[in-house]
T-cell receptor, first 116, second 115 residues
């Protein structure tokens, strides 16, 4: 069964600090996809990134970067020079190629508070 | 336009009421989803529609009845709900029902309170 663990329930940082959100996953599939979503207080989930299991290249998008390591089954997310607007709940999610009736499995989320 | 809209934003209903939640997207997506999210929990999938046909029903009680009138609209009809059904109901859409290849776009949700 697929599983996503976000061990950090809540993180609080001061503005301009860097912060890393951890995500560890479990799957028996060789083909799978990992996602990060952001949920600000307004409620809607905002798609941030999708990564497939065959692409271990790290990715950078502005202040956001992702570190995918199959050896440790981790897909960590780093925000550089955090800003108050980054305050949100961040969900890591997993989808397997043969997921059947559970297309997308979310972790429990990490609540990030960035203090001015 | 990458927007999924949901109405109403907030809904308070009694246990004997009948109400509907509405979701709309104009991105030409052929898959639409309903999720339920309780406070401080991740979203839980309820239903998936693919090409206007119900593809997944995650053992949701019959007091929740989804409907997909056309490729842009998705409704969730509510009847005889329980207080524990109070939650944020999120609608999402994606190009196809293939979560491995297509990201889902979410609406802002309807915050439902059952009294």
């Amino acid at each position: 069964a697929q599983k996503v663990t976000q061990a950090q329930t809540e993180i609080s940082v001061v503005e301009k600090e860097d912060v890393t959100l951890d995500c560890v996953y479990e799957t028996r599939d060789t083909t799978y996809y990992l996602f990060w979503y952001k949920q600000p207080p307004s409620g809607e989930l905002v798609f941030l990134i999708r990564r497939n299991s065959f692409d271990e290249q790290n990715e950078i998008s502005g202040r956001y970067s992702w570190n995918f390591q199959k050896s440790t089954s981790s897909f960590n997310f780093t925000i550089t020079a955090s800003q108050v607007v980054d305050s949100a709940v961040y969900f890591c999610a997993l989808s397997e190629e043969t997921a059947g009736n559970t297309p997308l499995v979310f972790g429990k989320g990490t609540r990030l508070s960035v203090i001015a | 336009d990458t927007e999924v809209t949901q109405t109403p934003k907030h809904l308070v209903m009694g246990m004997t009421n009948k109400k509907s939640l509405k979701c709309e997207q104009h991105m030409g997506h052929r898959a639409m989803y309903w999720y339920k999210q309780k406070a401080k929990k991740p979203p839980e999938l309820m239903f998936v529609y693919s090409y206007e046909k119900l593809s997944i029903n995650e053992s949701v009680p019959s007091r929740f009845s989804p409907e997909c009138p056309n490729s842009s609209l998705l409704n969730l009809h509510l009847h005889a709900l329980q207080p524990e059904d109070s939650a944020l109901y999120l609608c999402a859409s994606s190009q196809e029902w293939d979560p491995s290849s297509y990201e889902q776009y979410f609406g802002p949700g309807t915050r439902l309170t059952v009294t």
